[in-house]
């Protein structure tokens, strides 16, 4: 029962997000739009705006974050089995992980720090960071497994919907904001193809 409700779900969510754009490959740096890494950027005229009311709501299961990545969607399971749905944006092709996890850590307004690969594919990308507007992150981080892979909101709200990450899950800013005061460390996370 909890895998065809979750499955009615993610088939909800998969209808309104028919029309995603999917991005072809580029570099890992390009889809944090680093042209100039050291000028300024501004949010994206509709970052602020609330999003549409987009989180069906049903019962089932409990203190479970499930990922389906061909979705595009992360579903939060409370400890009362109330399961809340959000879209997110996924790693493009190659750059997708599946199994189980857990919560290790969380953030609010998280540093970026380029990966190693990052910095060799585009030696100018900064060696951090800060909280603001041009932060990939976003205002929320919450940390998985080893600390590199993340659930996080993002400076391209325009991403959710595709495949545009280096493997982390992106979301809007209210919807990560609210996941982030739900979920505690130790969350189990599942991530389906």
């Known amino acids: 029962m909890k895998l065809l409700a979750l499955f009615a779900t ?15 490959p580029y570099d890992d740096y390009g889809d944090y739009g680093y042209g100039d890494p050291y000028g300024s950027y501004e ?5 602020g ?14 203190g479970t974050i499930v990922i389906a990545t061909r979705e595009h969607t992360l579903v939060f399971i409370t400890p009362r089995g109330e399961q809340l749905a959000y879209p997110i944006a996924v790693g ?17 307004h998280p540093e970026w720090r380029p990966t190693a690969s990052m910095r060799r594919k585009n030696p100018r990308l900064p060696d951090v960071v800060k909280p603001g507007p041009s932060n990939p992150l976003g205002t929320r981080a919450i940390y998985l497994a080893d600390g ?6 993002t400076n391209d709200p325009s991403s959710i919907g595709t495949n545009a ?9 209210d919807d990560v904001e609210e996941l982030y005061e739900m979920v505690r460390t130790g969350t189990r996370v599942i991530v389906q193809r």
């Open 92 to 108: 493009r092709e190659g750059k997708q992980w599946y199994g189980t996890t857990h919560v290790v850590s969380k953030r609010k």
């Open 43 to 47: 949010p994206p005229p509709d970052y």
């Open 148 to 153: 590199l892979l993340r659930i996080h909101g």
């Open 49 to 62: 705006e609330p999003m549409p009311e987009h989180r069906p709501r049903t019962r089932s299961g409990g």
């Open 10 to 24: 993610a088939l909800l969510l998969f209808t309104f997000q028919a029309q995603a754009q999917i991005y072809g």
């Open 165 to 173: 990450s280096s493997g982390c899950f992106r979301m809007y800013r």
